[in-house]
């Protein structure tokens, strides 16, 4: 029996006749599906985590912290964990990056900002993972792997590579020495909904215990919506005022913050070129690939800006002068 089939009975099961017309709602970078369904005038989201590749559990613990800190996110219905479904409230289809626009980015960031603000302050070490060295390690290892290695097939020579350790290392040692906080892990544009209260808050199960810059820079920015540094600059002054008033342990000194703040864009969009890269070579998903180009111009514009970051800026120039396109010419194979 496939897993429609599995997703079905079980629906049957748990609510007869109570529910139908099962559509696809959305899809995302995992092996979870999503589908929305009806439920006399309204409808309800259903979650599908195959169980050998994803486990829902963590999706259920954050979800209660989360709701727990005051913010907007689903409210778990019905579950099977042991077969990997969940029945979800339906926090809607507008989500910020289908919505956002140069007039209304205040306002919508502002809710976010806030939003963010009341997980943090509802931050306690032990209740999720940390975000430690060998997690933060394993995502930058990401690019060498999958974006340089798989994706672009360039050769590094050991003098790069030996750049690239020393300068993981740094980028590493800059994200344990801020200040820690929840961290929701992708707190951007296609996981924030437009709701009411505002946002609503999706995918949030990776969420774990580490450096409080992490989510500011998922949110402004962004792999999938490009801001001009100056407004970027200025939405993150926003939050620092905002989370300094609200007992936050941020930096006293904004530009001390803000270079925390660039340092961990490093360290994530490093790992999202890597991302992207498996996604398409492994996983056969070639959407994420249009992405990478504004993804390297932010890593590069941040490097340009941090002397103890130039190594990244050879490296990039070079990769870029010697690669004539993003897309190699077929998919598929490689290592897991």
């Known amino acids: 029996m496939d897993r429609s089939e599995l997703l079905g009975n079980w ?21 979870r599906r999503y589908f929305r369904v009806a439920q006399g005038d309204r409808t309800l989201i259903v979650m599908d985590a195959p169980p050998e590749h994803e486990d829902c559990r963590p999706f259920v613990h954050v979800a209660r912290v989360f709701r727990d800190a005051g913010v907007a996110v689903p409210d ?59 997690l933060l390690r394993r995502e930058l290892d990401l690019f060498p792997a999958w974006f340089v290695d798989r994706h672009l097939r360039a050769l ?9 350790e020393q300068g993981f290392r740094r980028i590493v040692r800059n994200a344990l020495a801020q200040p820690q906080a929840y961290v929701h892990r992708d707190y951007h544009s296609r996981n924030l909904m437009v709701s009411e209260p505002n946002p609503g808050i999706l995918d949030f199960q990776d969420a774990v215990f580490g450096p409080i810059t992490y989510d500011l820079v998922s949110l402004f920015k962004d792999a999938y919506i490009e801001w001009e540094e100056a407004r970027v600059r200025e939405w993150t002054a ?99």
């Open 76 to 134: 778990v219905l019905a579950a099977d964990l042991e077969q990997g479904f969940l029945v979800l409230t339906d926090l809607g289809d507008a989500t910020y990056l289908s919505v956002l626009t140069e007039g209304n980015a205040d306002a919508l960031y502002g809710d976010a900002i806030d939003a963010l603000i009341r997980i943090q302050r509802h931050s306690r070490p032990g209740v999720l993972p940390d975000y430690d060295e060998p």
């Open 238 to 336: 926003r939050y620092w005022e905002r989370a300094r008033s609200a007992g936050l342990p941020v930096q006293a000194d904004f530009g001390e913050f803000y270079r925390d703040f660039e340092w961990m864009g490093v360290q994530r969009h490093l790992k999202v070129l890597g991302i992207f890269a498996r996604l398409y070579h492994r996983d056969g998903k070639s959407g994420y690939l249009k992405d990478m180009p504004p993804v390297r111009r932010g890593v590069l514009a941040t490097c340009r800006r941090y002397p103890e970051l130039s190594f990244m800026v050879r490296l990039l120039e070079r990769l870029e002068a010697s690669t004539a396109q993003d897309v190699p010419p077929a998919a598929g194979g490689g290592a897991a």
């Open 11 to 31: 629906l049957r099961d748990r609510f007869g006749d109570d529910v139908s017309g099962l559509v696809p709602a959305s899809s995302d970078a995992s092996f």
């Open 156 to 164: 590094l020579a050991p003098e790069e590579r030996a750049a690239l």
